[in-house]
């Protein structure tokens, strides 16, 4: 069964450094999107991603985040300079458009990356 | 702004004792409504999606229902690997996006 790929499962980085968070979506879904849990938390948005341009944002999202799909598979998100209030589980997720013979908007999503912020 | 609550935050049921879960939400537009398992450390699996009032979903002991301001989770007969928190999410069918917003979830423990 296809599934969202996520790597690396966890990320340890020093405040100020810049990380990349990999995703491969699944293959044929045209929606990709970027979430985050800060520990205890609730999921919550920040990024989605269709026709190779950000469709909407967050206020979380601010300048300091960027995401890029640089090839047909990969969905990167790229945070410029870490900050400790950074630290949670980001997870990737991807889903089908929506097509003529019915409704698919069901999200499916990565196994996350825990990043560490010190 | 669209707003997902849960309940209870945390049940604790034994093996085969019956319960649902609930999740209030309210929104300009429904677009879906969904359920997710997550387990510790875990990315959301999926369970559900609905999408119109009076809309029911089933998959081995669990049911979902949808009504115009809440859905449940219904769990018949739990067993112990039926642990998990459960998430409930919504999207709005306003912009062309379909993020989701969630709720903060319902830990669920079965004990055997």
């Known amino acids: 069964e296809p599934e969202v790929t996520q790597t690396p499962s966890h990320q340890v980085t020093q405040m100020g450094q810049e990380v990349i968070l990999r995703c491969v979506p699944i293959?044929?879904?045209?929606?990709f999107y970027w979430y985050r849990q800060i520990l205890g938390q609730k999921v919550e948005f920040l990024v989605s991603f269709y026709n190779n341009e950000i469709s909407e944002k967050s206020e979380i999202f601010d300048d300091q985040f960027s995401v890029e799909r640089p090839d047909g598979s990969n969905f990167t998100l790229k945070i410029r300079s870490t900050k400790l209030e950074d630290s949670a589980m980001y997870f990737c997720a991807s889903k089908l458009q929506h097509g003529a013979t019915g409704i698919t908007d069901t999200q499916y999503f990565g196994p996350g990356t825990r990043l560490t912020v010190l | 702004e669209d707003q997902v609550t849960q309940s209870p935050e945390a049940l604790r049921l034994q093996e085969g004792e019956s319960s649902s879960l609930n999740c209030s939400y309210t929104?300009?537009?429904?677009?879906?409504l969904f359920w997710y398992r997550q387990d510790p450390g875990k990315g959301p699996e999926f369970l559900f999606t609905l999408y119109s009032a009076g809309e029911e979903k089933e998959k081995e002991r669990l049911k979902a229902t949808l009504t115009k301001k809440e859905s449940f989770l219904h769990i018949t007969a739990p067993k112990p690997e039926d642990s998990a928190t459960y998430l409930c999410?919504?999207?709005?069918?306003?912009?062309?996006?379909?993020?989701?917003?969630f709720g903060k979830g319902t830990l669920l423990t079965v004990n055997p």
């Open positions: 929104v300009s537009g429904l677009r879906g």
């Open positions: 999410a919504v999207s709005n069918s306003g912009g062309s996006n379909y993020k989701l917003t």
């Open positions: 293959s044929n879904h045209l929606y």
